[in-house]
């Protein structure tokens, strides 16, 4: 069975921080990986998605990388902004795609 | 350009009653799937269709939960006898394609008393 875990739970940093989000897996066998964010009452926004065959993608101030040999992925944020402020999930694609999830990190960003 | 939708947006219920559950996927999207957050618990799928074939309904936690999707069109989510631990926020998703973006709606939270 799957297991997600994601470290650090919780993270405060300062405006204009670089900052990386941990996300480990137990299943090298993954279809692929997804990076979402979640804000409070809303449902998840997708940010990246890594196929299995890939090592890394790109958005914008986000960089998510994928190890599979290693049951790794980290999500890089550059010159965070307070609009950051989120829960980030991640979440691993198995069969079906049916996706398994980590806890989230809470991540805030103080002005 | 609507999103993935679901209604209602919360629900209250007494233990004992049934509730259903609704989902409209974005047009056009073949794969649709449930899942459910308990508070403090990381979301955990329950249930997927996709196309015309036979749904994977591995992750129902009971046999109190069902789901029904007609064609690509909206599904629903039927909870029987609910109890408190049924208590959560339930959220749809749908993708165009399996293994692809899955998009999230906004979730029903359900509270059984």
């Known amino acids: 069975k799957q297991e997600v875990t994601q470290i650090p739970a919780a993270l405060s940093v300062p405006e204009g921080e670089n900052l990386v989000l941990n996300c480990s897996f137990t299943?090298?066998?993954?279809?692929?990986l997804q990076w979402f964010r979640q804000d409070p009452g809303k449902g998840l926004t997708s940010l990246l998605l890594i196929q299995s065959s890939q090592r890394e993608q790109t958005s914008g101030r986000l960089n998510a990388s994928l190890d599979k040999s290693s049951g790794r992925s980290t999500l890089y944020i550059a010159a965070s902004q307070p609009g950051d402020s989120a829960t980030y999930l991640c979440a691993i694609g198995g069969s079906n795609y049916k996706l398994t999830f980590g806890k989230g990190t809470l991540l805030t960003v103080n002005p | 350009g609507a999103g993935v939708s679901q209604s209602p947006s919360n629900k209250v219920t007494e233990k004992g009653k049934d509730v259903e559950l609704r989902c409209d996927p974005i047009s056009g999207h073949t794969a649709l799937y449930w899942y459910r957050q308990r508070l403090g618990q990381g979301l955990e799928f329950l249930i997927y269709?996709?196309?015309?074939?036979?749904?994977?309904k591995s992750g129902l936690p009971s046999d109190r939960f069902s789901a029904e999707r007609t064609g690509e069109s909206v599904s629903t989510l039927t909870i029987q006898r609910t109890q408190q631990e049924d208590s959560a926020v339930y959220l749809c998703a749908s993708s165009l394609d399996p293994g692809i973006t899955q998009y999230f709606g906004p979730g029903t939270r359900l509270t059984v008393l």
């Open positions: 299943d090298s066998a993954i279809y692929n």
């Open positions: 269709f996709q196309g015309n074939s036979a749904p994977d």
